[in-house]
């Protein structure tokens, strides 16, 4: 069986540290932070957790939020937001010493979910 990328770079604990980066720079963002006002991020961040880890090849049972589309409709996130939020995650990635070929395969992941996301 081939290791998941999951796996490869240590599981819940770094996908926790990849995430909780990747927040901090988003929150940094006012274009972006102006989506979680009045959210709960921890409550976001846990989902994410889950997300992400699901991405890296953890068994998708372990995902139950809700589908990208139900998460993301109403908010109105732009093309530009969308862009800039996967920029920061590949950033992110870089920054937690991912491999480039698999930020390659989770951004891969993550573009295929535009669709769902993006709604201006």
């Known amino acids: 069986m081939?290791?998941?990328l999951f796996d490869k770079y240590g599981g819940v604990p770094v996908v926790t540290d990849i995430v909780?980066?990747?927040y901090k720079r988003v929150m940094r963002r006012p274009n972006l932070?102006?989506?979680?006002?009045n959210v709960p991020l921890e409550n976001v961040i846990h989902h994410q957790i889950a997300?992400?880890?699901m991405v890296?090849?953890?068994t998708p049972h372990d995902y139950s939020g809700r589908s990208m589309k139900e998460a993301h409709r109403g908010i109105g996130i732009t093309s530009a937001s969308f862009e800039l939020a996967a920029q920061l995650?590949?950033?992110t990635?870089?920054?937690a010493e991912?491999?480039?070929?698999?930020?390659d395969a989770i951004m891969k992941k993550v573009a295929s979910l535009r669709a769902d996301i993006v709604e201006k």
Do not use: C, H
């Open 51 to 53: 997300f992400v880890s």
């Open 33 to 37: 932070r102006r989506y979680f006002v």
């Open 56 to 58: 890296m090849g953890k």
């Open 89 to 91: 995650l590949s950033d």
């Open 2 to 4: 081939a290791q998941t």
């Open 20 to 22: 909780r980066d990747f």
């Open 93 to 95: 990635l870089v920054a």
């Open 98 to 103: 991912v491999e480039q070929d698999d930020i």
